[in-house]
DNA sequence: GTCTATACATCGATAGAC
DNA sequence: GTCTATCGATGTATAGAC
Protein backbone atom coordinates (compact mmCIF):
# COMPACT_ATOMS: atom_id res chain seq x y z
CA UNK A 1 0.00 0.00 0.00
CA UNK A 2 1.07 3.46 -0.98
CA UNK A 3 2.90 3.18 -3.90
CA UNK A 4 0.90 5.19 -5.70
CA UNK A 5 2.70 6.67 -8.94
CA UNK A 6 1.73 9.65 -11.04
CA UNK A 7 0.19 7.22 -13.92
CA UNK A 8 1.41 4.13 -15.66
CA UNK A 9 3.80 4.71 -19.02
CA UNK A 10 2.89 1.13 -20.70
CA UNK A 11 -0.78 -0.06 -20.70
CA UNK A 12 -4.02 2.36 -22.44
CA UNK A 13 -3.64 5.62 -21.19
CA UNK A 14 -7.25 5.95 -22.47
CA UNK A 15 -8.42 2.95 -20.10
CA UNK A 16 -6.03 4.49 -17.59
CA UNK A 17 -7.99 8.16 -17.46
CA UNK A 18 -11.40 6.36 -17.94
CA UNK A 19 -10.39 3.92 -14.73
CA UNK A 20 -9.38 7.81 -13.01
CA UNK A 21 -12.50 9.62 -14.09
CA UNK A 22 -15.10 6.51 -13.00
CA UNK A 23 -13.00 6.45 -10.06
CA UNK A 24 -13.29 9.91 -9.29
CA UNK A 25 -17.41 9.89 -9.98
CA UNK A 26 -17.80 7.28 -7.68
CA UNK A 27 -15.87 8.19 -4.58
CA UNK A 28 -16.76 11.33 -4.50
CA UNK A 29 -20.19 10.35 -4.72
CA UNK A 30 -19.62 7.49 -1.80
CA UNK A 31 -16.67 7.83 0.11
CA UNK A 32 -14.34 4.64 0.30
CA UNK A 33 -15.89 2.20 2.21
CA UNK A 34 -18.93 2.46 0.02
CA UNK A 35 -17.45 2.40 -3.45
CA UNK A 36 -16.90 -1.01 -4.93
CA UNK A 37 -14.19 -1.71 -7.57
CA UNK A 38 -17.34 -3.29 -9.59
CA UNK A 39 -18.92 0.42 -9.01
CA UNK A 40 -15.50 1.92 -10.49
CA UNK A 41 -14.72 -0.65 -13.42
CA UNK A 42 -18.48 0.13 -14.55
CA UNK A 43 -18.41 3.39 -14.09
CA UNK A 44 -15.18 3.44 -16.21
CA UNK A 45 -16.37 1.10 -18.60
CA UNK A 46 -13.36 -1.30 -18.32
CA UNK A 47 -13.30 -5.10 -16.45
CA UNK A 48 -12.70 -5.32 -12.86
CA UNK A 49 -8.97 -7.28 -13.92
CA UNK A 50 -7.82 -3.86 -15.55
CA UNK A 51 -8.39 -1.61 -13.03
CA UNK A 52 -6.86 -3.85 -11.02
CA UNK A 53 -3.75 -4.22 -13.46
CA UNK A 54 -3.52 -0.45 -13.64
CA UNK A 55 -4.05 0.60 -10.01
CA UNK A 56 -3.03 -2.44 -7.71
CA UNK A 57 -5.37 -2.20 -5.84
CA UNK A 58 -8.56 -0.48 -4.22
CA UNK A 59 -6.21 1.88 -1.58
CA UNK A 60 -3.53 3.18 -4.37
CA UNK A 61 -6.73 3.55 -6.47
CA UNK A 62 -8.29 6.17 -3.69
CA UNK A 63 -4.89 7.71 -3.14
CA UNK A 64 -4.19 8.45 -6.86
CA UNK A 65 -7.94 10.40 -7.32
CA UNK A 66 -7.33 12.28 -4.02
CA UNK A 67 -4.01 13.32 -4.64
CA UNK A 68 -5.24 14.46 -8.26
CA UNK A 69 -8.17 16.14 -6.90
CA UNK A 70 -6.11 18.35 -3.80
CA UNK A 71 -3.77 19.62 -7.09
CA UNK A 72 -6.41 20.56 -9.35
CA UNK A 73 -8.97 22.24 -6.87
CA UNK A 74 -6.48 25.27 -5.86
CA UNK A 75 -8.32 27.24 -8.38
CA UNK A 76 -11.43 26.55 -6.83
CA UNK A 77 -11.16 28.06 -3.91
CA UNK A 78 -8.73 30.52 -5.10
CA UNK A 79 -10.24 31.89 -8.03
CA UNK A 80 -7.90 32.74 -10.93
CA UNK A 81 -6.73 35.35 -8.69
CA UNK A 82 -6.49 37.66 -11.67
CA UNK A 83 -3.84 40.26 -10.84
CA UNK A 84 -6.08 42.83 -9.39
CA UNK A 85 -5.21 46.20 -9.44
CA UNK A 86 -3.45 45.87 -5.76
CA UNK A 87 -3.67 49.89 -5.48
CA UNK A 88 -7.63 49.25 -5.04
CA UNK A 89 -9.49 50.55 -1.77
CA UNK A 90 -8.23 47.76 0.69
CA UNK A 91 -12.26 47.16 1.69
CA UNK A 92 -13.50 46.52 -1.65
CA UNK A 93 -10.30 44.13 -2.78
CA UNK A 94 -11.11 42.46 0.48
CA UNK A 95 -15.08 41.97 0.13
CA UNK A 96 -14.19 40.87 -3.55
CA UNK A 97 -12.06 38.14 -2.79
CA UNK A 98 -14.03 36.81 0.28
CA UNK A 99 -17.45 36.90 -2.37
CA UNK A 100 -15.58 35.27 -5.13
CA UNK A 101 -14.36 32.76 -3.16
CA UNK A 102 -17.52 31.55 -1.26
CA UNK A 103 -19.05 32.16 -5.41
CA UNK A 104 -16.30 29.60 -6.37
CA UNK A 105 -17.03 26.77 -3.96
CA UNK A 106 -20.73 27.11 -3.88
CA UNK A 107 -20.89 26.62 -7.25
CA UNK A 108 -18.37 23.81 -8.01
CA UNK A 109 -20.45 21.33 -6.13
CA UNK A 110 -17.65 18.36 -7.16
CA UNK A 111 -15.36 20.53 -4.43
CA UNK A 112 -18.03 20.34 -2.23
CA UNK A 113 -18.02 16.69 -2.72
CA UNK A 114 -14.20 16.34 -2.47
CA UNK A 115 -14.35 18.01 0.96
CA UNK A 116 -17.29 15.74 2.49
CA UNK A 117 -14.48 12.88 1.43
CA UNK A 118 -11.72 14.83 3.00
CA UNK A 119 -13.01 15.00 5.98
CA UNK A 120 -14.64 12.12 6.06
CA UNK A 121 -12.19 9.86 5.67
CA UNK A 122 -9.53 11.98 7.60
CA UNK A 123 -9.75 9.22 10.64
CA UNK A 124 -8.75 6.30 8.15
CA UNK A 125 -6.60 8.32 5.97
CA UNK A 126 -4.42 11.07 7.39
CA UNK A 127 -2.25 11.31 4.78
CA UNK A 128 -4.69 12.24 2.39
CA UNK A 129 -5.87 15.06 4.67
CA UNK A 130 -2.65 16.26 4.77
CA UNK A 131 -2.21 16.49 1.33
CA UNK A 132 -5.53 18.65 1.02
CA UNK A 133 -3.18 20.40 3.74
CA UNK A 134 -0.10 20.92 1.50
CA UNK A 135 -2.14 21.35 -1.88
CA UNK A 136 -5.09 23.25 -1.01
CA UNK A 137 -5.23 24.87 2.54
CA UNK A 138 -1.67 25.62 2.55
CA UNK A 139 -1.04 27.65 -0.63
CA UNK A 140 -4.14 29.41 0.08
CA UNK A 141 -3.49 31.00 3.47
CA UNK A 142 0.18 31.65 2.30
CA UNK A 143 -1.15 33.55 -0.80
CA UNK A 144 -3.48 35.89 1.54
CA UNK A 145 -0.93 35.95 4.21
CA UNK A 146 1.42 37.33 1.78
CA UNK A 147 -1.26 40.28 0.70
CA UNK A 148 -2.25 40.90 4.03
CA UNK A 149 1.38 41.94 4.87
CA UNK A 150 2.06 44.04 2.01
CA UNK A 151 -1.08 46.29 2.87
CA UNK A 152 0.61 47.74 6.31
CA UNK A 153 -2.86 50.04 5.66
CA UNK A 154 -4.92 47.50 6.99
CA UNK A 155 -3.19 47.96 10.42
CA UNK A 156 -3.64 44.79 11.19
CA UNK A 157 -1.41 43.21 14.34
CA UNK A 158 -1.67 39.38 12.96
CA UNK A 159 -2.15 39.16 9.48
CA UNK A 160 -1.43 35.62 9.80
CA UNK A 161 -4.27 35.14 12.12
CA UNK A 162 -6.45 37.33 10.41
CA UNK A 163 -6.05 34.97 7.21
CA UNK A 164 -7.56 32.18 9.66
CA UNK A 165 -10.49 34.11 10.71
CA UNK A 166 -11.26 35.38 6.84
CA UNK A 167 -10.73 31.34 5.82
CA UNK A 168 -12.67 30.11 8.54
CA UNK A 169 -15.30 32.25 8.65
CA UNK A 170 -15.72 31.46 4.64
CA UNK A 171 -15.33 27.94 4.62
CA UNK A 172 -17.72 27.13 7.71
CA UNK A 173 -20.63 29.23 5.86
CA UNK A 174 -20.67 26.76 2.96
CA UNK A 175 -20.22 24.29 4.85
CA UNK A 176 -23.75 25.25 7.02
CA UNK A 177 -25.45 26.48 4.71
CA UNK A 178 -24.82 24.04 1.79
CA UNK A 179 -23.34 20.70 2.13
CA UNK A 180 -25.21 20.19 5.95
CA UNK A 181 -28.48 21.58 4.68
CA UNK A 182 -28.68 24.39 6.79
CA UNK A 183 -30.02 27.01 4.35
CA UNK A 184 -33.14 27.02 5.35
CA UNK A 185 -32.63 26.00 8.97
CA UNK A 186 -29.84 28.81 9.68
CA UNK A 187 -30.08 31.26 6.73
CA UNK A 188 -27.87 34.25 6.39
CA UNK A 189 -27.39 35.88 3.03
CA UNK A 190 -23.70 35.82 1.69
CA UNK A 191 -23.68 39.41 1.73
CA UNK A 192 -24.24 39.74 5.10
CA UNK A 193 -21.39 37.73 5.82
CA UNK A 194 -19.00 38.94 3.50
CA UNK A 195 -19.52 42.90 4.34
CA UNK A 196 -19.10 41.72 8.44
CA UNK A 197 -16.17 40.12 7.69
CA UNK A 198 -15.13 42.94 5.32
CA UNK A 199 -16.25 45.95 8.16
CA UNK A 200 -14.32 43.52 10.80
CA UNK A 201 -11.06 43.27 9.34
CA UNK A 202 -10.58 46.46 8.31
CA UNK A 203 -11.97 48.71 10.67
CA UNK A 204 -9.14 47.29 13.19
CA UNK A 205 -8.10 50.03 14.66
CA UNK A 206 -7.19 49.99 18.44
CA UNK B 1 -36.61 3.06 6.68
CA UNK B 2 -36.49 6.44 8.78
CA UNK B 3 -38.84 5.08 11.44
CA UNK B 4 -36.58 5.53 14.15
CA UNK B 5 -38.35 5.54 17.66
CA UNK B 6 -36.06 7.00 20.82
CA UNK B 7 -35.81 3.78 22.22
CA UNK B 8 -38.42 0.57 22.95
CA UNK B 9 -40.80 0.05 25.65
CA UNK B 10 -40.60 -3.95 25.18
CA UNK B 11 -37.47 -6.12 25.11
CA UNK B 12 -34.35 -5.79 27.25
CA UNK B 13 -33.51 -2.46 28.27
CA UNK B 14 -29.94 -3.26 29.34
CA UNK B 15 -29.27 -4.78 26.22
CA UNK B 16 -30.78 -1.70 24.08
CA UNK B 17 -28.16 0.70 25.88
CA UNK B 18 -25.10 -2.06 25.24
CA UNK B 19 -25.99 -1.86 21.51
CA UNK B 20 -26.29 1.86 21.44
CA UNK B 21 -23.11 2.12 23.39
CA UNK B 22 -21.18 -0.30 20.51
CA UNK B 23 -22.46 0.80 17.31
CA UNK B 24 -21.82 4.73 18.74
CA UNK B 25 -18.04 3.18 19.15
CA UNK B 26 -18.12 1.68 15.68
CA UNK B 27 -19.77 4.03 14.03
CA UNK B 28 -18.04 6.88 15.56
CA UNK B 29 -14.76 4.95 14.61
CA UNK B 30 -15.27 3.83 10.75
CA UNK B 31 -18.43 5.68 9.75
CA UNK B 32 -21.59 4.02 8.14
CA UNK B 33 -20.56 2.00 5.28
CA UNK B 34 -17.52 0.60 6.86
CA UNK B 35 -18.88 -0.28 10.03
CA UNK B 36 -21.05 -4.04 9.88
CA UNK B 37 -24.00 -5.48 11.90
CA UNK B 38 -21.37 -7.97 13.10
CA UNK B 39 -18.98 -5.67 14.43
CA UNK B 40 -21.39 -3.33 16.53
CA UNK B 41 -22.96 -7.25 17.79
CA UNK B 42 -19.64 -7.90 19.15
CA UNK B 43 -18.78 -4.56 20.80
CA UNK B 44 -22.20 -4.56 22.11
CA UNK B 45 -21.85 -7.75 23.91
CA UNK B 46 -24.95 -9.64 21.90
CA UNK B 47 -25.78 -11.57 19.11
CA UNK B 48 -26.20 -9.88 15.81
CA UNK B 49 -29.92 -10.92 15.99
CA UNK B 50 -30.55 -9.53 18.88
CA UNK B 51 -29.22 -5.94 17.37
CA UNK B 52 -31.75 -6.10 14.50
CA UNK B 53 -34.81 -7.50 16.67
CA UNK B 54 -33.91 -4.22 18.43
CA UNK B 55 -33.76 -1.57 15.77
CA UNK B 56 -35.02 -3.04 12.35
CA UNK B 57 -32.05 -2.42 10.05
CA UNK B 58 -28.55 -0.51 9.75
CA UNK B 59 -29.74 2.80 8.75
CA UNK B 60 -32.41 2.60 11.61
CA UNK B 61 -29.26 2.28 14.14
CA UNK B 62 -27.23 4.18 12.39
CA UNK B 63 -30.13 7.08 12.60
CA UNK B 64 -30.48 6.29 16.58
CA UNK B 65 -27.11 7.03 17.22
CA UNK B 66 -27.14 9.91 15.22
CA UNK B 67 -29.67 11.62 16.67
CA UNK B 68 -28.76 10.48 20.45
CA UNK B 69 -24.79 12.16 20.07
CA UNK B 70 -26.59 15.61 18.37
CA UNK B 71 -28.93 16.07 21.04
CA UNK B 72 -26.10 15.29 23.95
CA UNK B 73 -23.14 16.72 22.21
CA UNK B 74 -24.32 20.36 23.00
CA UNK B 75 -23.02 21.00 26.06
CA UNK B 76 -19.67 19.79 24.82
CA UNK B 77 -19.93 22.95 21.56
CA UNK B 78 -21.01 25.77 24.21
CA UNK B 79 -19.68 24.02 27.47
CA UNK B 80 -21.94 24.31 30.80
CA UNK B 81 -21.93 27.86 29.74
CA UNK B 82 -21.77 28.91 33.36
CA UNK B 83 -23.90 32.16 34.10
CA UNK B 84 -20.50 33.79 34.34
CA UNK B 85 -20.75 37.71 34.98
CA UNK B 86 -22.66 39.53 32.37
CA UNK B 87 -20.71 42.42 33.52
CA UNK B 88 -17.23 41.77 33.09
CA UNK B 89 -15.14 43.30 30.26
CA UNK B 90 -16.95 42.20 26.49
CA UNK B 91 -13.03 41.88 25.79
CA UNK B 92 -12.62 39.27 28.56
CA UNK B 93 -15.48 37.52 28.17
CA UNK B 94 -15.68 36.87 24.34
CA UNK B 95 -12.09 35.37 24.66
CA UNK B 96 -12.87 33.30 27.86
CA UNK B 97 -15.48 32.57 25.40
CA UNK B 98 -13.85 31.32 22.52
CA UNK B 99 -10.88 30.32 24.73
CA UNK B 100 -13.26 26.98 26.71
CA UNK B 101 -15.59 26.59 23.20
CA UNK B 102 -11.79 25.45 21.15
CA UNK B 103 -10.55 23.80 25.17
CA UNK B 104 -13.89 21.70 24.97
CA UNK B 105 -13.61 20.65 21.13
CA UNK B 106 -10.42 19.77 21.76
CA UNK B 107 -10.59 17.48 24.52
CA UNK B 108 -13.51 15.97 22.93
CA UNK B 109 -12.26 13.34 20.37
CA UNK B 110 -16.12 11.63 20.32
CA UNK B 111 -16.69 15.41 19.14
CA UNK B 112 -14.51 14.84 16.65
CA UNK B 113 -15.45 11.83 15.57
CA UNK B 114 -18.92 12.96 15.47
CA UNK B 115 -18.26 15.97 13.35
CA UNK B 116 -16.11 13.85 11.00
CA UNK B 117 -18.79 11.67 10.74
CA UNK B 118 -22.02 14.05 10.06
CA UNK B 119 -20.07 15.96 7.06
CA UNK B 120 -18.53 12.44 5.67
CA UNK B 121 -22.11 11.21 5.78
CA UNK B 122 -23.86 14.54 4.89
CA UNK B 123 -24.11 13.68 1.21
CA UNK B 124 -25.91 10.40 1.88
CA UNK B 125 -27.90 10.94 4.60
CA UNK B 126 -28.97 14.56 4.67
CA UNK B 127 -31.33 14.54 7.25
CA UNK B 128 -28.63 14.14 9.80
CA UNK B 129 -26.99 16.79 8.77
CA UNK B 130 -29.97 18.52 9.62
CA UNK B 131 -30.50 17.38 12.92
CA UNK B 132 -27.02 18.38 13.66
CA UNK B 133 -27.54 21.84 12.72
CA UNK B 134 -30.83 22.00 14.77
CA UNK B 135 -29.82 20.55 17.80
CA UNK B 136 -26.49 21.79 17.98
CA UNK B 137 -25.29 24.63 15.47
CA UNK B 138 -29.06 26.77 15.30
CA UNK B 139 -28.63 26.65 19.06
CA UNK B 140 -25.05 27.78 19.51
CA UNK B 141 -25.78 30.45 17.03
CA UNK B 142 -28.50 31.50 18.60
CA UNK B 143 -27.26 31.55 22.34
CA UNK B 144 -24.21 33.67 21.14
CA UNK B 145 -26.43 35.93 18.89
CA UNK B 146 -28.18 36.66 22.27
CA UNK B 147 -25.31 37.63 23.96
CA UNK B 148 -24.22 39.91 21.23
CA UNK B 149 -27.48 41.52 20.96
CA UNK B 150 -27.44 42.19 25.01
CA UNK B 151 -23.89 44.00 24.50
CA UNK B 152 -24.94 47.04 22.58
CA UNK B 153 -21.32 48.77 23.96
CA UNK B 154 -19.41 46.20 21.46
CA UNK B 155 -21.42 48.33 18.64
CA UNK B 156 -21.73 45.49 16.33
CA UNK B 157 -23.31 46.55 13.63
CA UNK B 158 -24.75 43.04 12.32
CA UNK B 159 -24.79 40.29 15.82
CA UNK B 160 -25.77 37.37 13.98
CA UNK B 161 -23.44 37.71 11.20
CA UNK B 162 -20.60 38.62 13.43
CA UNK B 163 -21.44 35.26 15.42
CA UNK B 164 -20.67 33.18 12.08
CA UNK B 165 -17.45 34.73 12.21
CA UNK B 166 -16.92 34.11 15.14
CA UNK B 167 -18.16 30.13 14.65
CA UNK B 168 -16.59 29.53 11.56
CA UNK B 169 -13.26 30.77 12.79
CA UNK B 170 -13.07 28.58 15.97
CA UNK B 171 -14.92 25.42 14.17
CA UNK B 172 -12.27 25.92 11.27
CA UNK B 173 -9.43 25.94 12.98
CA UNK B 174 -10.03 23.13 14.78
CA UNK B 175 -10.94 20.65 11.96
CA UNK B 176 -7.47 21.79 9.95
CA UNK B 177 -5.20 21.71 13.08
CA UNK B 178 -6.43 19.01 14.62
CA UNK B 179 -9.45 16.78 12.91
CA UNK B 180 -7.43 17.19 9.18
CA UNK B 181 -3.52 16.84 10.61
CA UNK B 182 -2.55 20.26 10.43
CA UNK B 183 -0.90 20.97 13.58
CA UNK B 184 2.69 20.62 12.07
CA UNK B 185 1.93 21.76 8.78
CA UNK B 186 0.29 25.41 9.05
CA UNK B 187 1.12 25.94 12.48
CA UNK B 188 -0.89 28.36 14.43
CA UNK B 189 -1.18 28.89 18.24
CA UNK B 190 -4.82 28.91 19.72
CA UNK B 191 -3.88 32.30 21.79
CA UNK B 192 -3.08 34.22 19.02
CA UNK B 193 -6.34 32.99 16.89
CA UNK B 194 -8.67 34.15 20.20
CA UNK B 195 -6.51 36.98 20.33
CA UNK B 196 -6.78 38.08 17.00
CA UNK B 197 -10.58 37.16 17.04
CA UNK B 198 -11.45 39.10 20.39
CA UNK B 199 -9.56 42.06 19.00
CA UNK B 200 -11.43 42.15 15.89
CA UNK B 201 -14.56 42.00 16.92
CA UNK B 202 -14.16 44.72 20.07
CA UNK B 203 -12.34 46.96 17.78
CA UNK B 204 -15.19 46.96 15.40
CA UNK B 205 -15.16 51.48 15.89
CA UNK B 206 -16.24 52.78 12.38
C1' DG C 1 -36.12 -12.03 23.92
C1' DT C 2 -31.97 -14.09 22.63
C1' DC C 3 -29.30 -17.25 20.64
C1' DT C 4 -26.94 -20.33 16.61
C1' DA C 5 -27.03 -21.38 12.03
C1' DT C 6 -27.65 -20.09 7.61
C1' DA C 7 -29.47 -17.93 3.15
C1' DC C 8 -28.06 -15.05 -0.37
C1' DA C 9 -25.67 -10.92 -2.28
C1' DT C 10 -21.63 -8.52 -2.82
C1' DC C 11 -17.01 -7.56 -1.57
C1' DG C 12 -11.67 -7.31 -3.00
C1' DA C 13 -8.65 -9.69 -5.64
C1' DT C 14 -6.80 -13.19 -9.01
C1' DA C 15 -6.29 -17.17 -12.64
C1' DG C 16 -6.21 -18.18 -17.19
C1' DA C 17 -7.90 -17.68 -22.06
C1' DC C 18 -7.18 -14.65 -25.87
C1' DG D 1 -3.29 -5.53 -22.09
C1' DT D 2 -7.95 -6.88 -21.45
C1' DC D 3 -11.37 -9.88 -20.86
C1' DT D 4 -14.64 -13.68 -18.37
C1' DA D 5 -15.07 -16.61 -14.70
C1' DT D 6 -14.38 -17.56 -10.17
C1' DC D 7 -12.37 -17.91 -5.36
C1' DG D 8 -12.82 -17.10 -0.43
C1' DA D 9 -14.24 -13.70 2.80
C1' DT D 10 -17.54 -10.85 4.42
C1' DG D 11 -21.86 -8.11 4.02
C1' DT D 12 -27.15 -7.61 5.51
C1' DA D 13 -30.79 -9.91 7.08
C1' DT D 14 -33.67 -13.82 8.72
C1' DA D 15 -35.42 -18.72 10.30
C1' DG D 16 -36.04 -21.51 13.92
C1' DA D 17 -34.64 -23.62 18.39
C1' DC D 18 -34.82 -22.48 23.24
Known sequence: MNKY??????????????ILKGAMKEFLAGGYAATSMDKVAKAAGVSKATVYSHF???????????????????????????PQSLNEDPKKVLSGMATRMLDNVKRDRQFQDFIR???????????LAKAYVNNLAKPAIETLT???????ELELEDPAATVRVMMG?????????????????????????VNTLTELITNNKS
Chains 1, 2 share one sequence.
Open 169 to 193: TLVYFVMLQEMMHGKDIVPLSSDRL
Open 56 to 82: GDKESLFNVVIHDLARDKFQTVMGLDR
Open 117 to 127: IIIGESGRFPE
Open 146 to 152: KYFESHP
Open 5 to 18: QTHEGSKSEAKTEA
